[in-house]
């Protein structure tokens, strides 16, 4: 609705616009609790407690995960733009997908790294109801228009975040 509001202004008022459309951002600080937690932050918490992690589906659902430093270069970007890169809408994101399976690993890898044990596997449930099986962002446009570059890719992200999280355990 912002972009239908943002086209409104440009053409009303010559208000000048850029629209963000954020994937899966993820980072330190984030709320693993809740009903709408983002996936990292609550595995992540529930691996630090030794809890079960449960993946919905077979586990190769995938999500193009950004994480924070990424997104704010975007939001940098898009504030310091030129009138030319304006009145547009760009992807914030990696342009790389990961399955739940894959970053289920990498964080139980991370987290063996940082010298937290971890042995069990995820438990497979059901499919929840419209989820939606895969999600990859083109970010050509960013980059060709913005210059926006991907430089923490999720294996780095994960690790700048699970550093955080061991050392500032969030109750769930």
């Known amino acids: 609705m912002n972009e239908l509001y943002a086209g409104v202004y440009a053409r009303n008022y010559g208000f000048k616009t850029i629209g963000l459309r954020y994937f899966n951002v993820f980072g330190p600080r984030q709320d693993p609790s809740g009903a709408y937690a983002a996936v990292i932050p609550k595995w992540t918490n529930s691996i630090l407690e030794n809890e079960s992690i449960f993946i919905n589906g077979d586990g190769e659902t995938s999500r193009d995960f950004c994480f924070v430093a990424n997104t704010v270069q975007m939001n940098i970007l ?3 733009a030129e009138d030319k890169c304006k009145d547009e809408i760009y992807n ?8 739940l399976n894959q970053l289920f690993q990498i964080i139980k890898s991370e ?20 989820d939606v099986l895969h999600s990859l962002a083109d970010i050509n446009k960013a980059k060709l228009k913005l210059g926006y570059v991907e430089k923490i890719k999720i294996r780095e992200g994960i690790q700048h975040s699970l550093q955080w999280y061991s050392k500032n355990k969030v109750e769930a």
């Open 78 to 80: 898009a504030a310091t």
């Open 111 to 130: 987290i063996i790294n940082l010298e937290h044990e971890y042995d069990k596997e995820p438990i497979y449930r059901d499919f929840r109801v419209g």
């Open 92 to 99: 914030v994101a990696l342009g790389d997908r990961t399955s």
